[in-house]
């Protein structure tokens, strides 16, 4: 049976690194929500948010795909608080019974160092500075007990 893993993480915590080794293992398919942003919209698109639902629309109908060809799934999205790892949750379930969630950890030290970094010398990451790196940090909510779901824990790499 077919699996969907979903990656939860910050930022510069190492998520896709670890989702693209994860579908390399596994013969998946890794869906990375920034990268299909970027290649659609750029690394600095306006109206982010409609534009994040047009592609996680197209995520989810893809992943979906995937899993009806038995084909496992890694969501590389960050799911960043519990409401939505209780949402995503909730519709791979209805996809197949193997959901999983990889937790990476990762100092914010480091993580806010490969973010500015990426930023000055990857064309095809998105726009993220010191400013919007803090602000985006206040809606992280770190894996906790009230995620009862599935999970392993990663280190980042």
Known sequence: MAAIHLMVGFIGFGKTTIAKQLAKDLNGKCFTHD???????????????????IVDNYIKQEASKCICNNQDVILDYGFWDHATRYEYYNWAKKLTDDVIFHVV??????????????TKTDPNALFIDKNIFNVLLTQYEPWSDKDNFPFVFHKSL
């Open 35 to 53: 990268e299909l942003m970027v290649e659609r919209y750029g690394n600095n698109p306006d109206d982010f948010k409609t534009k994040y639902k």
């Open 105 to 118: 950890e990762c100092d914010l030290n480091t993580a806010k160092k490969r973010v500015l970094n990426r």
